[in-house]
Nanobody
């Protein structure tokens, strides 16, 4: 059973930066297509995919169009931690951010929450204008 814990959320001004961390414990990723993704959900909105990194596939990454060029997902395998560096933050980035672990075998399914079996508890990000 993989346990995920997010940290690093908080408040920022528009144009600022925050870095989220997702620490994994309790198990290992055995699939060659193992991936850790970041999702977010704002009040009254559906959960949306933000970014994902494939743990073993040379760190292959996918990003939502809304964050491309502003957010960067990375990993430290030795620390079993995935990061989401968020630059040039906008008020519309305000949401609860979740990390999730699962298996992503094709690029066209990376953003589907049902592909992820393990979820963290979330960390709040609030961006003010």
């Amino acid at each position: 059973q993989i346990h995920l814990v997010e940290s690093g959320g908080g408040s920022a001004q528009a144009g600022g930066s925050l870095r989220l961390s997702c620490a994994a414990s309790g198990g290992t990723f055995t699939s060659a297509d193992a991936a850790v993704g970041w999702f977010r959900q704002a009040p009254g909105k559906e959960r949306e995919a933000v970014a994902v990194i494939k743990i073993y596939a040379a760190g292959l990454k996918y990003y939502a169009d809304s964050v491309k060029g502003r957010f960067t997902v990375s990993q430290d395998i030795g620390k079993a931690t995935v990061y989401l560096l968020m630059d040039s933050l906008k008020p519309e980035d305000t949401a609860m951010y979740y990390c999730a672990a699962g298996v992503v075998s094709h690029s066209y399914i990376w953003d589907r929450p049902e592909r992820y079996s393990y979820w963290g508890q979330g960390t709040q990000v609030t961006v003010s204008s």
